[in-house]
């Protein structure tokens, strides 16, 4: 292999970490090179964590293949007051729980089918 080859190119490096006294086997695939046997954890602590979080990046993986395979997106949305205000007017969204996540997201749900059927009628009267 000449220098311009990577870890990614196939070759499996070892890194010793002095400070943690742990190697790491990285075969340049990110966590899929990753294997839990060749980690030299210092604690079972620290084992169950760390196969705690690969339970849980595993769930997550499936839900996202999941979601991909039937359709649907996902987006992060920044609401500023205005859009608060109009949850509060057209989706029924409660002042006082503005801080609840849960009714948040319930009312944007709301709005947001009430602007796209909004939209589609709109849409409908332009055409007639």
Do not use: W
């Amino acid at each position: 292999m000449d220098s311009s080859d990577g870890p990614a190119a196939g070759r499996i490096t070892e890194a010793r970490l002095p400070e943690t006294r742990r190697t790491v086997r990285h075969t340049g695939q990110g966590e899929r090179g990753r294997n839990l046997t060749t980690l030299k954890i210092d604690t079972e602590r620290e084992r169950e964590k760390a196969l705690m979080r690969r339970a849980r990046r595993a769930a997550d993986m499936r839900a996202c293949r999941k979601r991909q395979a039937n359709g649907i997106a996902l987006y992060t949305v920044a609401a500023d007051e205005t859009t608060f205000a109009m949850m509060e007017r057209f989706a029924g969204l409660d002042p006082n729980k503005a801080g609840d996540k849960n009714a948040v997201q319930v009312a944007l749900g709301r709005l947001l089918r009430a602007g796209l059927q909004a939209l589609i009628e709109l849409e409908a009267r332009k055409r007639r």
